[in-house]
T-cell receptor, first 112, second 115 residues
Framework: GNSVTQMEGPVTLSEEAFLTINCTYT??????LFWYVQYPGEGLQLLLK?????DKGSNKGFEATYRKETTSFHLEKGSVQVSDSAVYFC???????????FGRGTSLIVHP | DSGVTQTPKHLITATGQRVTLRCSPR?????VYWYQQSLDQGLQFLIQ???????AKGNILERFSAQQFPDLHSELNLSSLELGDSALYFC??????????????FGPGTRLTVL
């Protein structure tokens, strides 16, 4: 079956540091890949997505590239802000499956 | 604002009781998903409805049930509540055409506390 593995958190960084959150997946076929973000006290919201190999999703300074050869979709940001503190979820959705698969989430804490 | 609404925002009840959580999907979305989020289990998929019919089941306990009504709103019923049922319950909807295919839009959640 499908699965998503994310790096364990929390990830603690200083403002303006470079961020990488690793995500690898197992799926049949060619899934769509997503990063969702959950700010404190809120529901998840879509951050970015990629639907085919080598696609790069980007939003709010965050980027992730769909790497089929390494089955990865790592999230990166060049300079984090305190306001980026949240929990980040990697997810995939396969064609023909109605249920998306989520990783366990990675908490990011950014200090001023 | 995702366009998905959930009520109530908070719910405090006692063990053995029954509660109903309500969700209204984004306008035009036919699919509704229910998730449970707890510290130790992460985000767990419970059940999905599509246009009034159950489409997929996940890790949903027999004490829990759901339905989707003709106006597409959905309710999650939790009965014989236990302390371990304390969690955040999220509803999400999807069903838009390209480019939002397969994207999920989450509501703000209902925090359930069982005492």
């Amino acid at each position: 079956g499908n699965s998503v593995t994310q790096m364990e958190g929390p990830v603690t960084l200083s403002e303006e540091a470079f961020l990488t959150i690793n995500c690898t997946y197992t799926a049949t076929g060619y899934p769509s890949l997503f990063w969702y973000v959950q700010y404190p006290g809120e529901g998840l919201q879509l951050l970015l997505k990629a639907t085919k190999a080598d696609d790069k999703g980007s939003n709010k300074g965050f980027e992730a590239t769909y790497r089929k050869e390494t089955t990865s979709f790592h999230l990166e940001k060049g300079s984090v802000q305190v306001s980026d503190s949240a929990v980040y979820f990697c997810a995939l959705s396969s064609r023909g499956s109605y249920i998306p698969t989520f990783g366990r989430g990675t908490s990011l804490i950014v200090h001023p | 604002d995702s366009g998905v609404t959930q009520t109530p925002k908070h719910l405090i009840t006692a063990t053995g009781q029954r509660v109903t959580l309500r969700c209204s999907p984004r306008s035009g979305d036919l699919s509704v998903y229910w998730y449970q989020q707890s510290l130790d289990q992460g985000l767990q998929f419970l059940i999905q409805y599509y246009n009034g019919e159950e489409r997929a089941k996940g890790n949903i306990l027999e004490r829990f049930s759901a339905q989707q009504f003709p106006d597409l709103h959905s309710e999650l019923n939790l009965s014989s509540l236990e302390l371990g049922d304390s969690a955040l319950y999220f509803c999400a909807s999807s069903g838009g055409g390209p480019p939002h295919y397969n994207e999920q839009f989450f509501g703000p959640g209902t925090r359930l506390t069982v005492l």
